[in-house]
């Protein structure tokens, strides 16, 4: 069969060519498994569930229909508009079934996988890839559900379907609205990736640019103890290492500096599945969560995958702590610096000599003003004005 007309695909069938097939996420993650391999760098085995499947599960259970009726009522200048439309699309789909066919699909190409890994059900990542994900300017990065520690086959059915469901949360529905998608010609793809027991080591992040200074001539490790959702959400200080890419292409030192973060808890694997909040010893707070030869090693595949995709890379990275190996579990078009046009240094200087009210680490480097707003919760989002800066304690993916 033509793999255009397939349900699913294998990592190994995958190159960034079928991004309209697999979603960016999804496609680099093939493209890196195929290609970049034979140059060393590891990136753990899975499958996708195409955009025909996603089609197909819709078409089979006729609510499509359905789906264009809540659509038509939508009001986008409406947050309550928004919530219930969000609301009504989710319940549909998850109250849907799969097909049959495409049921045993999902269910070989799960068996081969754990089989691939000597395991009976293998515990697995489940991840949504947006078609128009991770393009330069148009980025769902973040916006969809990814569930980890999955095991068996009915709970893998379950994280598929929210997944899927997870192309109407409200966060999504607002993303398209203002970047002019449809709502009802959009796809989705998902990925099922074998885990990486980054639970009994380290995971985080690589940017191959300095983020804060655009500076193309580092990359930025960060890096924290468990699984790497922690600093994915922002609510950890990790540990952060900056490593000069000409010495580290000639072979000579290339660590020019490193920050111990605040890493005083972490994510696990729970009993029946998922992820749980535990504390870090304090003695392993104040080590730094990698090597000296892991970080050059994490540097040179950047450097690797940035030279493949010729653009800055964010790249999100494990390392397995039964085994001791690093992988590579994500890449995507860095969207900061590497979409601004010209070569120009920005600098902004605050004149008044009054002492901060508030002080935190910073993510980039600018001034703003306006009216406080001091919001607690995304539910009360209705109360942030245009103009206004937003006080909080930590925002996510839902804000």
Known sequence: MDKKQKYILEFKEVTKKDIPLVGGKNGSLGEMFTMLNSKGVNVPDGF??????????????KIEDKLKTIFDKFNPDS???LQDASKKAMQIILKCQFPEDLKLEIFEAYKNLSQKYNDKNTDVAVRSSGVAEDAPTDS???QFESLLNIRGEEKLLKAIKECLASTYTARVIAYREEKGFSHLEFALSVGVQKMVRSDLASSGIIFTTDTESGFSGTVVINSIWGLGEMIVKG???PDNFYVFKPTLKKGYESIIIKNLGRK???????KCGGLKETAVPENQQLKFSLTDAEIKKLAEWAVI???HYKTPQDIEWAKDGKTGELFIVQ???ETVHSTKVGNFYEEYKIKTTKKPVLIGIAVGDKIGQGKVAVISNVSKIAQFKKGDVLVT???????
Not at 48 to 61: I, P, S
Not at 393 to 399: G, I, L, S
């Open 264 to 270: 005083t808890k972490k994510y696990t694997y729970g």
């Open 140 to 142: 769902f990065a973040g």
């Open 48 to 61: 996708a569930l195409t955009t025909n499947a996603y089609w197909y599960f819709l078409k089979e259970n």
């Open 331 to 333: 890449s995507r078009p």
């Open 305 to 307: 995958i940035e030279e």
């Open 393 to 399: 304690k930590m925002t996510d993916p839902d804000w």
């Open 235 to 237: 609510l950890i200080t």
């Open 79 to 81: 947050i309550k508009s």
